[in-house]
């Protein structure tokens, strides 16, 4: 079907969506929204990508705007400072070349130079400062946005995010693992490691920066905030499933919920794309509940204090930025030149690939 995304350009475009990958509720109840720092924002994260040789000046012109990094983020943290959104953009551009640096080190065999990465991360991670500038571009820059993104709240909201991240480079190490030695995850495997992969509560924790409040431990782990906060970062990996899967397949990839279905429940391909699709639908139903859920405890967090009113005001705000991430994330999924495949030249070899940053001559 088509619909209109009131993506990123003064017109709307037509954007083509798959009857297979069309949601329709989306479309109609999650109104699509944008970051009004967003023009800024993306030329903003194109100087930051050439400057830090993320990419080259020559990918960052022809592939840039087109991989739509800056709108999926722009479409989410709805009413961040216009610092916060660009520091989170920058994280978020830097995350894709990342996973791009790690697929190329998985397709060339290359476990000393992704075992040097990982170990360079995980220090930069604790000490950014000491890794500003690092031989390695994708150190360098990911000590850039640490630093940054560091700056906003308290020292233990920065604990709380490095031990979060430490948990996904870890994650990212056993995908190298499971895909170098042809090992698919069984589905529940799967599920536990896409968490990480995905990096679930690296975003939900970047909703507090967002929102200007850095929220108590109680709030955090309250049922109703976490089940919605899940549930928006679980319709996001299972969409991108959904949608990744024809690129993962043609770059033998064994980790994606659809090929675990396949591989270890018998699933025919039909049946495993009906499967993921169901949960995906599955997981916008259950938000529809969640948020109520979580409205109703913000309301009561308002209990006639100062303290108690900012906390419900903080809570909302991060309650429709989990809501915006439904919309942002569907819409990526259509818009950026990240899953047009069949367009590449070698289907396994994404053409917006910087070789310098990918590890490669």
Known sequence: MHAFSHGTSSTPTVVAVPPALSLPVIESAFPRQLHPYWPRLQQNTRSWLREKRLMSADKVEEYADGLCYTDLMAGYYIGAPDEVIQAIADYSAWFFVWDDRHDRDVIHGRPAAWRRLRLRLHAALDSPREHLHHQDPLVAGFADSMVRLYSFL????????????????????????????????????????????????????????????????????????????????????????????????????????????????????????????????????????????????????????????????????????????????????????????????????????????????
């Open 154 to 361: 308290t020292k233990k909201w920065n604990a709380r995010f490095a031990r979060h991240f430490h948990a996904v480079i870890e994650a990212y190490d056993r995908e190298f693992r499971n895909r170098t030695g042809g090992i698919v995850p069984t589905v529940d495997e799967y599920l536990e490691l896409r968490r990480l992969t995905f990096a679930h509560w690296i975003w939900t924790d970047l909703l507090e920066p967002s929102a200007g409040c850095e929220l108590p431990t109680a709030v955090r782990n309250h049922f109703a905030y976490r089940r919605a906060a899940l549930l928006s970062q679980e319709f996001a990996a299972w969409y991108n499933d959904l949608c990744s899967l024809p690129k993962e397949i043609a770059g033998d990839e064994v980790h994606n919920l659809g090929i675990s279905l396949i591989h270890h429940e018998g699933l025919t391909l039909e049946e495993a794309v009906k499967d993921v699709r169901r949960r995906v639908d599955e997981c916008i139903t259950e938000f529809l509940d969640a948020e109520e859920d979580l409205n109703r405890f913000a309301d009561i967090l308002a209990d006639g204090t100062v303290h108690g009113k900012e906390l419900s005001v903080a809570v909302k705000a991060c309650l429709g930025n989990m809501r915006n991430w439904f919309s942002s994330v569907y819409w990526f999924h259509h818009e950026s030149g990240r899953y047009t495949v069949d367009s590449w030249d070698d289907r396994s070899t994404p053409p917006y690939v910087n070789n310098e940053a990918a590890g490669e001559s």
